[in-house]
C-alpha cells in the first residue's frame, strides 16, 4: 500500500541553524501539507501546498519556514534560524487531486530538537 | 475563535466493550470531519470521514456519528481488542483552499484485557 515517507526520522540542530525536512507524498496525490505537534499537544496545520503554489498557511508559518516541491516527487520544509520553540514532530501529509476525497494520509513525522 | 473539544481524561475499557469517543466543537461549520489513530511517536493514521450531509459511516468494528445541529461527533469501537489502545483525534475540514484539517486535542483510548 502507497505512503507518505519522511527523512530524517530525527533532526538535533543548534538554534539558529537551518533544517530541510523532507518528504515523499503518495504518488499520483495534488494536494500536499506541513502539520506540526509540540510534544503533549494537538496537531496543527502550518501550510498547504498545491500546484506548486502555497494555497493555505497558518500564523505559524511566518517568513522563516518555506516550502518546495524541488521535482516531481519530494516536498519539503525549511526553517531558515531555528528557535528553541520549533522543537516538535513535523508530519507531512498528501490527499489525492479529486475533490470528492479529503482523507489526508500522514508520514510517520520528522522529530525536530532545537538545542 | 474555533474551538474543537474531545475527552481530556484517557478512556479505559474492558476488552470486548464498545469504546465511544466525542468530538464536539464550536464557531465552526465543517464540510467534513475526520477520525484518526495515533500511536505514540508516530502519525495519524486515518479511518473514517464523515461528511456534512451524513449521519453516520460505518467501517467494520468502527462507526462514527455526525450531528451537524449539536455540532458534535460520537466514535464508536465494538468488540474492543488491547490493540485499539491509541490516542484518537478528530479534525475538521472544509472545503476550498487548501482544505487544512483543524485537529482535537485527542482521546487516549486504553483497552485492558
Sequence with gaps: EPEVTQTPSHQVTQMGQEVILRCVPISNHLYFYWYRQILGQKVEFLVSFYNNEISEKSEIFDDQFSVE??????????????????????????????????????????????L | ??????????LNIQEGKTATLTCNYTNYSPAYLQWYRQD????????????????????????????????????????SQPADSATYLCALGRTGGGNKLT???????????
Design chain 1, 69 to 114: 516541491r524541488p521535482d516531481g516527487s519530494n516536498f519539503t520544509l525549511k526553517i531558515r534560524s531555528t528557535k528553541l520553540e520549533d522543537s516538535a514532530m513535523y508530519f507531512c501529509a498528501s490527499r489525492p487531486g479529486s475533490v470528492a476525497y479529503n482523507e489526508q494520509f500522514f508520514g510517520p513525522g520528522t522529530r525536530l530538537t532545537v
Design chain 2, 1 to 10: 475563535s474555533q474551538k474543537i473539544e474531545q475527552n481530556s481524561e484517557a
Design chain 2, 40 to 79: 505514540p511517536g508516530r502519525g495519524p493514521v486515518f479511518l473514517l470521514l464523515i461528511r456534512e450531509n451524513e449521519k453516520e459511516k460505518r467501517k467494520e468494528r468502527l462507526k462514527v456519528t455526525f450531528d451537524t445541529t449539536l455540532k458534535q461527533s460520537l466514535f464508536h469501537i465494538t468488540a
Design chain 2, 103 to 113: 485537529f482535537g486535542t485527542g482521546t487516549q483510548l486504553k483497552v485492558e484485557l
